[in-house]
């Protein structure tokens, strides 16, 4: 089983609909919790942290469920620059300072 | 502005040749990272280190070591490349962590073929 597990899509949709990711992760001593954004060919990128109380960025919403091991990404009102691999990424317990990603979310936002 | 530059973005090596890929910071981090990248597996961590030199093997350091000299700089070796290590090498830096403020900032990536 792999640590974190993310599904690979692709997310097909419309400008301006909402769409959401769901990750979950094996390791429940983990600490921190990210979403990283990758575009096409390029490095992937902070997005945002996620706070146990559930945060929110503009059009983007994270939630962390620590009892079932999930965290989302909620994104409203699809822009087509929303268009890319989203990245959940966890960190802490066993794995220490280490990083261990999600092989990735795509999304594909059209006109 | 944070800036991780790597060597090369594309490299084409032959089976058994030693390679060299080098990865450099400007933001004076203690932390560096090298990952691959490969389809459907996501990124995997290789080596990291956390100081000068330091080095602690990640997730799959078999085939590969690293050398970090100077702060700003960590190196990854492949002592002798194979086809299996094609990939996109991915280099990255980070501040010492905190637990909600990490963030690693990632080079542009150099994607290896081995012939």
């Known amino acids: 089983r792999k640590e974190v597990e993310q599904d690979p899509g692709p997310f097909n949709v419309p400008e301006g609909a909402t769409v959401a990711f769901n990750c979950t992760y094996s390791?429940?001593?983990?600490?921190?919790f990210f979403w990283y954004r990758q575009d096409c060919r390029k490095e992937p990128k902070l997005l945002m942290s996620v706070y146990s109380s559930g945060n929110e960025d503009g059009r983007f919403t994270a939630q962390l469920n620590r009892a079932s091991q999930y965290i989302s990404l909620l994104i409203r009102d699809s822009k087509l620059s929303d268009s890319a691999t989203y990245l959940c990424?966890?960190?802490?317990?066993?794995?220490?300072?280490?990083?261990?990603f999600g092989a990735g979310t795509i999304l594909r936002v059209k006109s | 502005d944070v800036k991780v530059t790597q060597s090369s973005r594309y490299l084409v090596k032959r089976t058994g040749e030693k390679v060299f890929l080098e990865c450099v910071q400007d933001m004076d981090h203690e932390n560096m990272f090298w990952y691959r990248q490969d389809p459907g597996l996501g990124l995997r961590l290789i080596y990291f280190s956390y100081d000068v030199k330091m080095k602690e093997k990640g997730d799959i350091p078999e085939g590969y070591s690293v050398s970090r000299e100077k702060k700003e700089r960590f190196s990854l070796i492949l002592e002798s490349a194979s086809t299996n290590q094609t990939s996109m090498y991915l280099c990255?830096?980070?501040?010492?962590?905190?637990?909600?403020?990490?963030?690693?900032?990632f080079g542009p990536g150099t994607r290896l073929t081995v012939t």
């Open positions: 990424v966890v960190k802490g317990g066993e794995y220490g300072n280490k990083l261990v």
């Open positions: 990255a830096s980070s501040k010492p962590s905190k637990r909600h403020s990490y963030e690693q900032y």
């Open positions: 390791n429940s001593a983990s600490q921190s």
